[in-house]
């Protein structure tokens, strides 16, 4: 079985990537955040860029 949760180091990533990104283009980065928030809103699981199974 597959379990997705959001962990520190997960977080820290994406704020990174946004980070790198907003200094390329600010536009790119919010529609990145509003992308990552649909999909957990979506799918009722936390977004996440690590996936553990179990």
């Known amino acids: 079985m597959m379990e997705i949760f959001w ?3 997960a977080s ?5 990537i946004r980070e790198y ?3 390329q283009n600010l ?5 990145l955040d509003e ?3 649909y999909f957990g ?4 699981l ?3 860029l690590h ?3 179990m």
């Open 46 to 48: 936390t977004p996440v």
């Open 27 to 31: 536009i790119a980065a919010i529609e």
């Open 12 to 16: 820290q990533d994406r704020k990174r």
């Open 21 to 23: 990104i907003a200094e």
């Open 35 to 37: 992308r990552i928030g």
């Open 41 to 44: 809103r979506t799918h009722r």
């Open 7 to 9: 962990t520190m180091l």
């Open 51 to 53: 996936l553990y199974y």
